[in-house]
Nanobody, 129 residues
Framework: QVQLIESGGGLVQAGGSLRLSCAPS????????MAWFRQAPGQEREFVAA????????IYTDSVKGRFTISKDNAKNTVYMQMDSLKHEDTAVYYC??????????????????????WGQGTQVTVSS
């Protein structure tokens, strides 16, 4: 059974930083496309960032470009998202997702949640004004 476990969420003031981590339980995801999604109360789950299996391609939703950085460490079997200059509107539950088939394109686009097979339970990020 594959499980993804997120950590690193918390409460931070606007302008602050957090680093989210995603680690597997049960199987490595070294060859998977990995992504972060988020979901605010009453809203749909939305794409935030994705990274290719080799780490060479990264895409972001426009609202986080220049502020968030997705990365991965295959030796540690962990995916990260560094979040800087956080804004109140970044408040959401953040989910790590992985898929063996979805490929990160050269041109940025929004992935859909249904393109990813494996999911974590989410970690809450709250940014105070």
């Amino acid at each position: 059974q594959v499980q993804l476990i997120e950590s690193g969420g918390g409460l931070v003031q606007a302008g602050g930083s957090l680093r989210l981590s995603c680690a597997p339980s049960g199987r490595a995801f070294r060859t998977y496309t990995m992504a972060w999604f988020r979901q605010a109360p009453g809203q749909e789950r939305e794409f935030v960032a994705a990274i290719s299996y080799n780490g060479e391609r990264k895409i972001y939703t426009d609202s986080v470009k220049g502020r968030f950085t997705i990365s991965k460490d295959n030796a540690k079997n962990t995916v990260y998202m560094q979040m800087d200059s956080l804004k109140h509107e970044d408040t959401a539950v953040y989910y790590c997702a992985g898929d063996p088939d979805s490929d990160v394109p050269r041109a940025s686009r929004h992935f859909r949640p249904d393109e990813f097979e494996y999911w974590g339970q989410g970690t809450q990020v709250t940014v105070s004004s």
